[in-house]
């Protein structure tokens, strides 16, 4: 984990603000972003500060709150928050004011600008680190459920960008250029990861709003999902199917449903869905060549392990099709997936420090070039995957092989 991996992320947001999108307010921005590996260290001083102790790395979670503006509203939030993660198991460590500068931020955003906290909680009983990360899920879906349902005036002010051991996300309604200056915690030398995906948004389906911005918690999306509509009539369809999993029990299942939500975008749908299919144990390679999967049907070479794959997935879920350059990570995992078509592009470099760059275009980032040893474009359905417990990078030929 390194700063440096932070503000280069940055770099590379801010050269990108062309693929973004402002409103008639140049200072209005459609939406930026970036999500990150926990700072654990950074966390520990600020919550220092505080006379809290905060438990050692993996053993507590951190989830991003977006709370509505009016006082009285977001007390009411808090305490059924609060009774949730009670039910949950969990313990509330503490609620921090995330620091942020809005002097930047155009009339428009700052007229829908929610208040910012990000709360520490600690399970009552020792979990193993994939068992924490289900029981935050399981509390961010019941949270968000009923307090929507509680109070429907807060279904676009109370949000949880993000709620886990492993990655936190800093996103909002802002250009690329004002996202560094508007959280301050993303200036702090203290603040690190080994991975950090960056996004700039230019909205196509859904209007701006500061919860639609991107990265969401497991991927960052450059595209369109054209088939949308019927993706989330044909998942709604399973959910009455999926009754229990071998890692859901039937009453757990009832506080997660709905997994897709109503007035998202098609990025976040998609997002939603492969964070269920991979909390369920599915690898996130493994659901995205179920989701998006290859042009497969009249590839004459490719070989009958593989076709056989392909053949049985389709049953289990239809694809989720359109031009579509997809990053994605759970904080383990990180890399790139393109469409089967290609139509957007994906360029990638590897350098000899072992810092993997992958962006829509090539030059986002300045890199010596003496120092780049591999570099290339993502072709059509493959998929890219470095495995920072490994140590390694997978390319498509491998990772497929393996799962297939």
Avoid at 45 to 66: I, S, T
Avoid at 273 to 300: C, K, R, Y
Wanted: glycine share 8%; with cysteine.
């Amino acid at each position: 984990p390194s700063h440096d991996i932070v503000a280069n992320a940055l770099t590379m947001l801010i050269a990108m603000e062309h693929r973004g999108a402002c409103g008639c307010e140049p200072n209005s921005g459609d939406g930026a972003g970036i999500l990150v590996q926990i700072p654990h260290e950074f966390f520990s001083k600020q919550l220092g500060a505080k006379g809290k102790v905060l438990p050692e790395k993996g053993a507590y979670g951190v989830g991003m709150l977006f709370l509505p503006e009016e006082k009285e509203l977001a007390d009411r939030c808090h305490f059924l928050f609060e009774d949730y993660a009670d039910e949950m198991g969990f313990d509330l460590l503490h609620y921090r004011k995330v620091p942020t500068d809005h002097e930047e931020v155009g009339p428009t955003s700052r007229s829908v600008e929610p208040r910012f906290q990000q709360v520490f909680v600690t399970p009552r009983k020792q979990m193993d680190p994939e068992t924490l990360e289900r029981r935050l899920y399981i509390l961010r879906k019941l949270a968000t459920h009923n307090i929507h349902n509680t109070y429907p005036e807060t279904r676009d002010q109370f949000y949880i960008a993000s709620f886990s051991y492993k990655t936190i996300v800093y996103k909002g309604q802002l250009t690329t250029w004002q996202l560094p200056g508007y959280y301050g915690d993303l200036q702090d030398i203290d603040f690190k990861s080994a991975i950090a995906l960056v996004h700039s948004r230019f909205s196509t389906n859904t209007v701006p709003k500061w919860k639609l911005a991107q990265p969401f918690r497991m991927i960052a999306h450059n595209g369109e999902i054209n088939t949308i509509q019927g993706n989330v009539n044909w998942w709604k369809s399973k959910e009455s199917l999926i009754r229990q999993t071998s890692k859901f029990t039937a009453e757990e299942l009832d506080m997660i449903y709905p997994v897709c939500g109503t007035g998202l975008s098609d990025s976040a749908n998609f997002d939603n869905v492969l964070e269920f299919l991979t909390l369920n144990g599915v690898s996130i390679p493994h659901a995205l060549m179920m989701m998006v999967p290859e042009a497969w049907q009249h590839d004459e070479l490719m070989p009958d392990h593989k076709r056989a794959f392909y053949e049985y997935t389709k049953g289990l879920m239809e694809p989720w099709d359109g031009p579509a350059s997809i990053c994605f990570t759970d904080g383990i995992l990180v890399g790139a997936t393109l469409d089967r078509n290609g139509l957007r592009p994906s360029r990638w470099c590897l350098t000899d420090e072992n810092v993997l760059i992958v962006a829509s275009e090539a030059g986002a980032l300045p890199v010596d070039q003496s120092k780049v040893v591999q570099k290339g474009r993502l072709q059509p359905g493959r998929i890219l995957v470095a495995d920072l417990e490994e140590h390694r990078i997978i390319g498509d030929e491998e990772l497929k092989e393996t799962i297939c």
